[in-house]
């Protein structure tokens, strides 16, 4: 299998109701993960060039839904599933990335 080309990572933590700490799953993130995956299908991408994996909690959750994109290890917070286009299409596709996205704090460059 060749070396991918980027590797998503969608925080899909949940914790059980009452929790004081939000997390990234009860916002909506295995939402983000299915369009991921369906928006790359769409635009043809081959198996394996680009993966995407639900992880667990990645640590800044009052700020999730969070996704990081490597190899450049980008994260990208407050993700809603209608923002996957954009991370697709500038991103991913075009290799820029999407800086309305990008958390105020840590992190990224
Ligand atoms: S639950 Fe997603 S970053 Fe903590």
Not at 30 to 56: D, F, Y
Not at 68 to 84: A, F, M, N
């Amino acid at each position: 299998m060749p070396k991918p080309k980027h590797h998503i990572l969608v925080c899909t933590n949940t914790r059980p109701p009452g929790h004081p700490k939000p997390s990234c799953g009860s916002a909506g993130s295995q939402n983000i993960l299915m369009a991921l995956n369906m928006g790359l299908m769409e635009r043809g991408v081959q198996p394996g060039e680009v993966l995407v994996t639900g992880t667990t909690c990645l640590g800044p959750c009052e700020q999730g839904p969070n996704v990081v994109v490597y190899p450049d290890g980008t994260w990208y917070s407050q993700v809603k599933e209608t923002d996957v286009p954009l991370i697709l299409d500038e991103h991913i596709k075009n290799g820029t990335p999407v800086e309305q996205l990008k958390p105020d704090a840590v992190w990224n460059d």
